[in-house]
């Protein structure tokens, strides 16, 4: 990254200041905390796929090599757990969802919903309108690394502006459906969409 150094004290004109950037109900951590549902699995690129779906019919599948070979995208974004932390400014490489789109030749989504599956079985449900337009990307990097196993290595879905229970880890497929459906989470009471924003926690938040 070739962002200049920032010393302490020096607050940045070109953002907000830290406290309007944490949505209510948060409080900062600078540590990354790791929260997953089940063990971490030990993924090898050689065996690493990943797939685009379109219903049961596959749009575009990709090794690891082959994903490494797509255009990239580095961002600077805030990411906001449900347990309540708030980390900000973590820089995250990978593919964008439009990317993605763009070398499968849709000139626009086919449904107005995906589903994320993980190594695992987790899954979790998005609007279309949440991943393109540069809101999300499947993250391959963390701070200029190979992402950590524990963080979701070795690719995750990254949707920032959601809670990040969103950020699908160790994701496999994205599945394009007409129709919502309940993910992992959202099937076990919490919010179908969670905007932090809106404190959309849990269901009937
Ligand atoms: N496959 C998978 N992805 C997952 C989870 C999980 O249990 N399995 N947990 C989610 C939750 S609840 C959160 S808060 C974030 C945590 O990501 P982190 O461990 O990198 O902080 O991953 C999300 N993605
Ligand atoms: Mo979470």
């Known amino acids: 990254m070739d962002r200049p150094p920032v010393s302490r004290g020096?607050?940045?004109?070109?953002?907000?200041?830290?406290?309007?950037?944490?949505p209510p109900g948060q409080y900062l951590t600078t540590d990354f905390p790791v929260l997953?549902?089940?063990?971490?699995?030990?993924?090898?690129?050689?065996?690493?796929?990943?797939?685009?779906?379109?219903g049961g019919?596959?749009?575009?599948?990709?090794t690891w090599d082959e994903f490494e070979a797509l255009p990239q995208t580095t961002i600077a974004v805030d990411i906001h757990c449900v347990t309540k932390w708030t980390?900000?400014?973590t820089v995250w490489q990978g593919v964008s969802f439009d990317d993605l789109l763009k070398v499968v030749g849709l000139s626009e989504p086919p449904n107005a919903y995906v589903m994320a599956?993980?190594?695992?079985?987790?899954?979790?449900?998005?609007?279309?309108?949440?991943?393109?337009?540069?809101?999300a990307m499947?993250?391959?990097r963390y701070e200029g690394l190979p992402l950590a196993p524990a963080h979701g290595g070795p690719a995750r879905l990254l949707v920032p502006h959601l809670y990040f229970w969103k950020s699908a880890?160790?994701?496999?497929?994205?599945?394009?459906?007409?129709?919502?459906?309940p993910g992992f989470?959202?099937?076990r009471g919490y919010h179908n969409y969670g905007d932090p924003w809106r404190e959309q926690r849990y269901d009937g938040d």
């Open 10 to 22: 020096f607050k940045s004109r070109r953002q907000a200041p830290e406290a309007a950037r944490l």
């Open 36 to 54: 997953s549902a089940g063990p971490t699995p030990d993924i090898r690129v050689a065996d690493w796929k990943i797939a685009l779906q379109l």
């Open 57 to 62: 019919s596959l749009l575009g599948k990709w």
């Open 87 to 89: 980390k900000l400014s």
């Open 117 to 135: 599956h993980c190594d695992g079985g987790y899954t979790t449900n998005l609007p279309v309108t949440d991943l393109v337009a540069g809101k």
């Open 138 to 140: 499947i993250a391959t």
């Open 169 to 181: 880890k160790w994701l496999r497929r994205l599945r394009f459906m007409p129709k919502d459906e």
């Open 185 to 187: 989470w959202e099937s």
